[in-house]
T-cell receptor, first 110, second 112 residues
Framework: GQQVMQIPQYQHVQEGEDFTTYCNSSTTLSNIQWYKQRPGGHPVFLIQLVKSGEVKKQKRLTFQFGEAKKNSSLHITATQTTDVGTYFCATNFGNEKLTFGTGTRLTIIP | DVKVTQSSRYLVKRTGEKVFLECVQDMDHENMFWYRQDPGLGLRLIYFSYDVKMKEKGDIPEGYSVSREKKERFSLILESASTNQTSMYLC???????????FGDGTRLSIL
């Protein structure tokens, strides 16, 4: 089936360093969502991108949708311990169900 | 705020048992979903429902069935539990179109 590839699978950073996770698809996406799952918690919706080249910011988080709508990224500036968790991208392929990336697990070294 | 409630946080069952996982949402959402989450595999869709009594198979439906008799409730059924169904099960709901999904806290199911 159709899928989205997410890299890296794991990322360990020092507190204060930046972090980026990437989602890639071989097909053009109509939209993409990002979720965060804290350790022991459930995925929580962060944002949705729809337009080609779209960039959205939430405080230290910057979300981008590629010009060709085949990739997306989430960048965190100056990570804090509260950023710990697994970040998922998700998209639909023309129907109501979401296909999730495999996630990037972020750990912070204080 | 949307509330999605799963009946159990932790559950231990034996192989061969019939297992019911219940999920209730309070936002009148049309869509409801069941996922399982395993390390390194992300979230995999088992079944989803876009209306009462309607269901569609997801990516890994084998060994599972679902029931949606009322709009707010979506049940996942393991007909004859096996050890490879030990996992975290997450329920979610959303409105129609590409709306954000709201997840329950999950049920960690162990099959012995």
């Amino acid at each position: 089936g159709q899928q989205v590839m997410q890299i890296p699978q794991y990322q360990h950073v020092q507190e204060g360093e930046d972090f980026t996770t990437y989602c890639n698809s071989s097909t053009t996406l109509s939209n993409i969502q990002w979720y965060k799952q804290r350790p022991g918690g459930h995925p929580v919706f962060l944002i949705q991108l729809v337009k080609s080249g779209e960039v959205k910011k939430q405080k230290r988080l910057t979300f981008q949708f590629g010009e060709a709508k085949k990739n997306s990224s989430l960048h965190i500036t100056a990570t804090q311990t509260t950023d710990v968790g697994t970040y998922f991208c998700a998209t639909n392929f023309g129907n109501e169900k979401l296909t999730f990336g495999t996630g990037t697990r972020l750990t912070i070294i204080p | 705020d949307v509330k999605v409630t799963q009946s159990s946080r932790y559950l231990v069952k034996r192989t061969g048992e019939k297992v019911f996982l219940e999920c209730v949402q309070d936002m009148d959402h049309e869509n409801m979903f069941w996922y399982r989450q395993d390390p390194g595999l992300g979230l995999r869709l088992i079944y989803f429902s876009y209306d009462v009594k309607m269901k569609e198979k997801g990516d890994i439906p084998e060994g599972y069935s679902v029931s949606r008799e009322k709009k707010e409730r979506f049940s996942l059924i393991l007909e004859s539990a096996s050890t490879n169904q030990t996992s975290m099960y997450l329920c979610a709901s959303s409105g129609t179109g590409f709306q954000p999904q709201h997840f329950g806290d999950g049920t960690r199911l162990s099959i012995l």
